[in-house]
């Protein structure tokens, strides 16, 4: 098998987090409404509809490009592209061409244990397009309807330059932009529901200095599409040049269900949009003391703060690395922090029982009752042995349900935590005549043993026991025999 050379770009478009549609005054909250019902005569392009730029849009656009350290181009300049396609009611969209937000952008991450960093092509504004649904009670068999709600949503595209080596290099890359446009409020980022969308252009060389023949892959809906598509289009394209096929310049899409990708139409190039200036939307320029104000409104980025809690928290980078990912539950983890000084403690916490309650409850640490002087209060306790963690880890659930405080939960359940040795000591010696098999297995060299009869004896106690006193107690009476 010859070497090759695996080139990716990305192009991602982020629906951008407004009230209002990009030319109108149409809501953007159209998940679950019902078809045609959030539209108008701009969105939809009915003759004589002027559109007039939501300033919210530009706002957030020039805030992702300046999070992605791009240079802010002077002038703002909006084309029509055109194209004909069903769900586009005006027969062109609304974009930019020559003159984008932002250019010559980069982007740091991680992936395989190593810093990488993509340059960012540029970064534009553009309409979103209507949705085809082929499928429905309200349609005839064997037809397609057309939804225009999301026609004129705003869209901020994210392109990347082919700085990408691999399908590995393509994920960590797209959950780090995620996390950066969510950090800073210009987008949800949710993948499931198309608020963020990826297209790679992918090229297999056999030499490093050439690039090979750009194929489009479309129609990736989740991290997981992104890697498993890329792979396996890096492996046909492949498996073409061992053969010395070639491979064509095409647009192909994902299919999930059967794990490949399969061609849809040719490349289009830019010239095939016919692209020019939209005569009803005027050149402006971008005020230099608007870029500074919107500067003030990017919060400190996931990886810098990854590494600010590595140093100031002694945390390790991939514990750290999984705080940052969620703005929230990074600043959940420093409020708590201001209460229960105990960073590696804490951050054990979150990882582990908070995210484990918010997956089961299907919440966010937003929507969630506990606050973290509630967690701080709960961890202080534990901190000071006057609860186990068996027992701190029921009450956090009880928490998470209600919004109850830990004190309150404590007396309402009668709680207490067994610190008597005396009486300890009893059901220590209990749990040793019961179970003379374990008592074997310890005195023969199994450590396991051990372990085992400290998870009895807190069976017994239904967790209220000093762990630490008990395997203490137990260690004692077993080697008093020896």
Known sequence: MKDFYVTIGLEVHCQLLTQAKMFCRCSTDYIGKEPNTLICPVCTGLPGALPVLNRRVLELAIRTALALRCEILPQVVF?????????????YQI???????GVRGIVEFVSGGSKKRVRIKRVHV???AGKLIHEGPSLPW???GVDFNRCGIPLVEIVTEPDLRSPEEARDYLIMLRSIVRYIGASDGNMEEGSLRCDANVSVSRDVETLGTKVEVKNMNSFRSVFRALQYEIDRQKALLEKELPILQETRHWDETRDITVAARGKEEA????YFPDPDLLPFSIEPKDLEEIAKTIPELPLERKERFMVEYELPEGEAGVLVQEKEVADFFEECLKEFHKPRMLCNWMLTEVLKNLNELEINITESKISPSNLAELLKLVDKREISGTIAKGILEEMFKTGGRVKEIIARKGISFITNERELEKIVRETIEKNPQSVADYLS??????????????????GQADPELAKNLLLKELNSGE
């Open 142 to 144: 064997n037809s397609s």
């Open 79 to 91: 084309h029509r592209k055109n194209y004909f396609y069903p769900d586009l009611p005006k027969g």
């Open 271 to 274: 010239e095939d949009y016919r």
């Open 95 to 101: 974009s930019q061409y020559d003159f984008p937000i």
């Open 445 to 462: 060299g199994k450590e396991k043993a051990l372990h085992f009869l400290i998870g009895q004896v807190m069976k017994v106690t239904r």
């Open 126 to 128: 553009e309409e979103d």
